[in-house]
């Protein structure tokens, strides 16, 4: 057997215990918002869930479901007589279907959002 594997988790690991007690000390605190840059401004909002990486995620995959609806049906335009209509369906249906199962995941996430904005005023309080 092979101990390779081992010794990559135990290394890891111990990198990954050592990259959380720095992100802990240097990244995280609000005391040290001010004077971080504008990668580390991001990874202390990614870190504190001021920003929700999984809103960006769905909003790419959208864009990228309509586009290719489009261009798909697009291309069933030219494919044959029987696709022809298919191909309407695609360009007008699908970019509309999409919408709105991601309209349905966004306000899941912009409800969560909204809970950690309200939750927030609160703590000011």
Known sequence: MDAYPFIAIIIGSLLGLGGTITAYILIIPEDKKAGLNKFLLFLHDVFTFKSL?????????????????????????????????????????????????????????????????????????
């Open 53 to 125: 990486l999984l809103e960006k995620i769905v909003r790419f995959f959208y864009v990228l479901n309509t586009i290719s609806c489009i261009t798909i049906g697009f291309f069933l335009l030219f494919a044959g007589s029987t696709m022809t209509l298919m191909g309407f369906a695609m360009i007008i249906i699908a970019p509309v279907v999409v919408r709105l199962v991601y309209e349905g995941f966004m306000m899941f996430i912009l409800l969560v959002k909204n809970t950690i904005e309200i939750n927030n005023k609160f703590e000011k309080k």
